[in-house]
């Protein structure tokens, strides 16, 4: 009789301990700076939020809040999603940075990851792409598709990120067109597709014939399909905005880092990093050319991709000059990921003041 | 059929009313929204109206929420009833954060004790003399105040950006448009611990009781009234038209920039370039649902604080899209706006007579509704 009872009293507890297997999903979080849209960076990110539903039925829940202002509303949307049992939150904007780490000293046991930012803790981790390897890449498309030697970059903030990207796309310009221009138009918002669009015309009537962009919303590829000119999609494929405009776009994928870290956390092997990835890593990708990229310019394109990949070759690469015409980097060097991350200069054929 | 009528005079009750029956219809209409989202709508209500404040953690969310929209409603209402229509309160918040922050970050590495009061002086007198400004051009060059109190906004929010891009940007921070954090002396006090509530609570309830007091007990406040309700009045009486839009855009400008001060101080502990999401703007629209009167502004900014953070908690709980606070929003300024058509008018059930028939009847505008 004792025995039976044990062996009732032991099944219950399986059957107690499956069922609330079963139930303990992992609940990971996401903020968003914008709404997810339907292309973009917060679409972007929201596209590997929806990969890791289906890369793990049953086991993830995920959530997000989206349209999250930068200021005090941030810590508080971030610390609900801590309190209401998410143990992975994703803050994907850097305005987030400092928030993030507040919100992370109270809560020890939930995992951070913070996009773009330089500040980490035990429980913060840092994520960003070498999305400047596609600009480079994307830059020398806009190079030989060019033929007033005029491109225009429409920038969110002067902050290095955008800085950097603005430079590498030039030094692709210039690769193939020395003498050609990048002008900067500036519109210190992330997400206004009236204000890029404006941007966009502006660049337009400075006889730009390719534009792209540092902003979150395809309305500059819009513009450019109005105008018959070229446009070099971010963050996503925009190809569907502008399907004569769009020659390619520089696109995050953060769907196998996303994929990795949840691996860890349900493995228990998740550890505060900095990661930083491009081609190499496939966290930077290339969207398909348009028809009207000539094929010889893709395979350049590709081969070039291939030694970026290897190793063989990076965008900053001595001899390098800023706007002033004064060396920067010296033949043969490759600049350092520090020089990077804290750029605060425009490379030589950039237009414009940077403020 | 339905017949709207002008009344003799406007309605006491449905002055308090026509709020109430805003808030019900809102109530029922999100209800119906919910469900046709495929959401049981009292399950969904109750998140977005009453699960951000179930415990003592969320009310204190929805309070510091509230400190700004609050300080800049009380002086917008002051403006509206002298009826000087500043839309400027958000360019006089930015720069209360803005001059704030540069006071605050004299004090980087000091516990000095006047490092907190001098950062919000300095809020104060930035927010003041950012509506001086407008002040003055209406007052010398009969410049129209909503245009220039518009235009100051944009101008301001580019000061931040550049002060933040530039002479305030944090060394240390790689080039990020960000100031430096500020030092713990500079910081609101955080009123009870495990919360964010901050020291701004007690601005706001010295500032609810001292524009209560003014407004309704003092010479000044009269006057005030009176140049509100007819400027030919205010003349006859002797009162002066300039001082008293100067005092109010002075007023207002000082709390907004309190505000500003309070927000950079407090919850965020540093000046970046997002330091109100329309703050400014959000007062505007709680200044007048709570019929710019203290007490009322108070229940309003309280209301869309709530809206705010139930958008938050509809997302997190329901997965629903974030444009939901939009509608909430959008749709309680619709009731309310509709429903004070009752204040001043009175809807009438004539039943047609029945020899009417034989008449043909052309309908007046009114009737045709």
């Not at chain 1, 310019?297 to 004064?326: M, R, Y």
């Not at chain 2, 927000?263 to 649902?289: C, K, M, R, T």
């Not at chain 2, 009731?335 to 043909?360: C, E, F, H, M, T």
Request: net charge neutral; glycine share 10%.
């Amino acid at each position: 009789m004792k025995k039976a009872l044990k062996v009732v009293g032991l099944a219950l507890g399986l059957v107690a301990s499956a069922s609330s297997f079963a139930q303990e999903k992992l609940k990971v979080g996401f903020v968003y700076v914008s709404p997810t849209g339907e292309a973009g960076w917060t679409y972007n990110h929201d596209q590997a939020r929806l990969s890791l539903e289906e890369a793990f039925p049953g086991v993830v829940k995920t959530t997000f809040v989206e349209n999250v202002a930068e200021g005090a509303d941030a810590e508080r949307v971030i610390t609900q999603l801590a309190k209401s049992g998410h143990e992975l939150i994703f803050t994907t904007s850097f305005g987030y940075m400092n928030p993030t780490i507040k919100v992370a000293k109270r809560f020890p046991n939930v995992k951070f990851e913070h996009a773009t930012g330089y500040k980490r803790a035990d429980n913060v981790g840092t994520y960003f792409d070498r999305i400047y390897e596609a600009r480079y890449l994307t830059g020398v498309v806009a190079g030989y598709m060019s033929k007033t030697d005029v491109v225009g970059y429409i920038g969110a903030f002067p902050i290095p990120e955008v800085v950097r990207g603005i430079n590498a796309f030039a030094l692709g310009v210039r690769s193939v067109k020395p003498n050609a221009k990048v002008k900067v138009v500036w519109v210190n918002t992330w997400f206004d597709p009236a204000k890029e669009r404006e941007a966009a015309n502006s660049l337009i009537d400075q006889k730009a014939d390719v534009i792209t962009f540092h902003t979150d919303s395809p309305a500059p590829v819009q513009a450019a399909q109005e105008a018959g000119i070229y446009a070099i999609g971010y963050h996503s494929d925009m190809s569907e905005y502008g399907e004569k405009a769009h020659l390619t776009a520089a696109v995050h994928n953060w769907k196998g880092f996303y994929k990795k870290r949840v691996e860890q956390v349900l493995a228990g092997t998740w550890k505060s990093e900095d990661v930083w990835q491009g081609f190499a890593g496939g966290m930077t990708e290339l969207a398909p050319f348009s028809p009207a990229v000539p094929a010889e310019v893709v395979s350049k394109v590709e081969a070039l991709k291939t030694k970026i990949i290897a190793g063989e070759f990076h965008p900053f690469s001595g001899p390098l000059k800023n706007q002033a015409g004064e060396l920067i980097l010296k033949s043969g060097e490759v600049m350092s990921d520090e020089a990077l991350l804290g750029m605060n200069y425009y490379v030589e054929g950039v237009d414009g003041k940077l403020k | 059929m339905l017949k709207i009528e002008a009344r003799a005079q406007p309605s006491k009750h449905w002055a308090y009313f026509s709020p109430i029956l805003a808030v019900v219809l809102t109530l029922i209409t999100g209800a119906i929204l919910f469900s046709s989202l495929g959401q049981n709508p009292v399950e969904a209500l109750y998140i977005f109206f009453i699960s951000p404040i179930e415990d003592w953690y969320g009310i204190s969310e929805l309070l510091v929420k509230c400190i700004p929209i609050l300080l800049c409603a009380y002086g917008l209402s002051l403006c509206y009833r002298a009826s000087v229509w500043n839309i400027g309160a958000e360019g006089q918040l930015l720069m209360g954060g803005l001059i704030g922050s540069a006071m605050a970050l004299q004090f980087v590495h000091s516990d000095s004790i006047w490092a907190m009061p001098l950062t919000l002086l300095a809020g104060i007198l930035g927010g003041a003399a950012w509506a001086g400004i407008a002040a003055f051009l209406k007052l010398k060059m009969n410049s129209n105040e909503i245009l220039v109190t518009i235009m100051l906004n944009y101008i301001a929010l580019n000061l931040l950006v550049w002060a933040v891009h530039g002479p305030l940007k944090d060394p240390q921070g790689f080039n990020f448009p960000e100031s430096a954090l500020f030092a713990q002396s500079t910081i609101l006090p955080v009123l009870f611990e495990g919360t964010r509530l901050h020291l701004g609570l007690v601005f706001v309830l010295l500032a609810l009781a001292i524009i209560w007091v003014f407004v309704s007990k003092t010479f000044i406040g009269f006057q005030i009234r009176v140049l509100g309700m007819d400027k030919a009045a205010a003349k006859m009486a002797g009162f002066s038209q300039n001082k008293l839009s100067a005092l109010v855009l002075l007023v207002c400008g000082g709390l907004a920039g309190l505000a500003g001060a309070s927000e950079v101080s407090g919850p965020i502990g540093q000046l970046v370039p997002s330091i109100s999401p329309g703050y400014g703007y959000a007062a505007i629209i709680v200044a007048f649902l709570g019929r710019l009167h203290p007490l009322g502004i108070t229940l309003a900014g309280l209301l869309m604080a709530l809206i705010f953070m139930g958008g938050e908690m509809a997302q997190i709980s329901l997965a629903l899209p974030s444009a939901i606070t939009g509608i909430f929003q959008g749709l309680i300024l619709f009731y309310l706006l509709s429903s004070d058509v009752l204040i001043r008018y009175r809807i009438k059930i004539k039943l047609p007579p029945i020899n009417s028939v034989k008449k043909r009847v052309y309908p007046t505008q009114t009737e045709a509704q």
